[in-house]
């Protein structure tokens, strides 16, 4: 995967303090919709204006204390059909979010720099939306909405359940670091793929991220 400079501009490779990452660039996402046809023709789906961030969902009932730290295992989002295994992910040598190997496409990927979902402050899982091979593990995430689960399970099993409060497309040129990765005081989620408009040669101008917020353990 590429990754971010800490003043978001992509013409720079050095990366700062975690916070203020400014764009996720997944591996392979330039090889991808060659113009070959099949599954490739229409492109994943994108996220709808009425999906946008709105308002962090409101307690419907006793709000969970944040959780220890233990990694996560296992990425569920039932609504579309998401269920896949979780590996850890770092930086690479030039200091960018890495991702799972483009041949582990069904594979999510928990970055370790920041916290482990259900914890005080903002988890970050990301995964391809597609590789030369056909569709991956987050394919379908921009069809996200409002008010849908994400469930993570972590190591300790506990199983850290988060409610979707937005689904955007942002540019990566101009991603809103802060405003994505950035601590609200509450343990949140953001799941991060690749989407927006596609080139052969640059590949895809955004990133479709899902911000949630942790609504209940089991």
Request: hydrophobic share 40%; aromatic share 6%.
């Amino acid at each position: 995967m590429g990754g971010t400079h800490v003043e978001g501009s992509v013409g720079h490779r050095r990366r700062g303090a975690w916070g203020v990452i400014a764009v996720v660039l997944l591996v392979g996402v330039h090889l991808v919709r060659d113009g070959s046809g099949d599954w490739r023709t229409d492109g994943p789906p994108q996220p709808l204006a009425a999906a946008a961030p709105g308002l962090p969902p409101a307690a419907t009932g006793a709000v969970p204390d944040p959780l220890d730290a233990s990694p996560p295992v296992r990425v569920r989002v039932p609504a579309v059909r998401i269920d896949a295994p979780v590996t850890r992910v770092g930086l690479d040598a030039e200091g960018w979010i890495d991702a799972p190997a483009p041949d582990a496409p069904n594979l999510a990927g928990w970055f370790t720099g920041a916290v482990t979902p259900g914890e005080r402050g903002t988890a970050v899982v990301v995964g391809h939306v597609d590789t030369p091979a056909g569709r991956a593990v987050f394919y379908d995430l921009g069809a996200l909405a409002r008010g849908k689960r994400v469930e993570i399970v972590r190591a300790d099993g506990h199983t850290a359940v988060f409610t979707v409060y937005g689904v955007e497309a942002v540019p990566k040129d101009a991603f809103p670091a802060r405003r994505i990765y950035g601590s609200t005081g509450s343990p949140e989620l953001r799941l991060i793929t690749c989407g927006g408009p596609f080139s052969p040669d640059g590949g895809y101008e955004s990133n479709v991220v899902v911000s949630a917020r942790l609504t209940e353990v089991r």
